[in-house]
């Protein structure tokens, strides 16, 4: 596994242990944010905004919606990155 | 800014007495913060047991009054809809100081996450200087249900 993406599950890791308030046996590229990490929909709104703040990012609500597992969030958070570098 | 009047809450929220408690909305910013007051009066019915000769407003009535103000600050980014509930989420509250009858409290909302399902949001309320609660908590909102309506 890459240096990048192991520093990406380490950070949503921390994230996500800090909203559910107790710690997470593991975070996997697959794992489901409601089925696996116990993400809610209101979870969900508190995750997007330590992601914004982590990343300088802004999240919309339809890419909110589009969320289902930890992989789909990383390439959210590398597809802003990239719009970022391209502005 | 978007000012809205004391007059518009009752228009904005579903609450009322004895479980409204916002008395006038100073300013609000669609989308972003509100400003809102309120004074409890001596007579509010829960005085008597918090604490018998000894009134001070609960943390949990601080806390709904801030919930109410996330509400409007709903309403008035994704406008009013009579078949709306609002249900809380996480509270991550601090009380740092009491609030005696006939002070007025003035609450401070910042949204850090807004969407037309819900909200997460910073709250502070404060009474003149004093710093009264501080904190974090996240709100859904949900269509009314036949089976709520009818209880």
Redesign the interface.
Same mark, same amino acid.
């Not at chain 1, 809610?40 to 979870?43: G, P, Q, R, V």
């Given at each position: 596994m890459s240096k990048l993406l192991n520093g990406y599950l380490g950070e949503i890791k921390a994230i996500v242990n800090d909203i559910r308030e107790e710690p997470l046996e593991s975070l996997q590229l697959k794992s489901n944010l409601r089925d696996d990490l116990g993400i809610?929909? #209101? #979870?969900a =709104? $508190?995750l #997007?905004?330590d992601i914004?703040k982590a990343y300088s990012m802004h999240i919309t $609500?339809s890419e =909110?919606k589009s969320l289902s597992d930890v992989e789909s969030l990383i390439e959210l958070i590398e597809r802003h990155k990239v719009k970022k570098n391209n502005a | 800014m978007l000012i809205v009047s004391e007059l518009n809450i009752r228009e904005l929220l579903p609450h009322r007495e004895p479980f409204l408690f916002l008395d006038k909305i100073i300013s609000c910013v669609s989308g972003e913060s509100i400003s809102v007051s309120k004074q409890f009066d001596k007579d509010e019915y829960f005085f008597s047991g918090h604490f018998p000769g000894y009134p001070i407003v609960p943390g949990a009535i601080i806390s709904e009054a801030i919930a109410q103000a996330c509400c409007v600050l709903f309403c008035v980014t994704y406008g009013y809809d009579e078949e709306r509930l609002y249900a809380l989420g996480k509270l991550r509250m601090n009380f740092l100081n009491s609030l005696y009858p006939q002070q007025n409290m003035i609450i401070n909302i910042n949204a850090i996450k807004l969407i037309s399902s819900g909200g997460f949001f910073k709250a502070v309320a404060t009474h003149g200087n004093i710093k009264l609660a501080e904190g974090q908590f996240s709100m859904s909102v949900k269509k009314v249900l036949n089976e709520s309506k009818k209880s």
């Open positions: 809610d929909s #209101m #979870m =709104l $508190e #997007m905004a914004e $609500e =909110l | -």
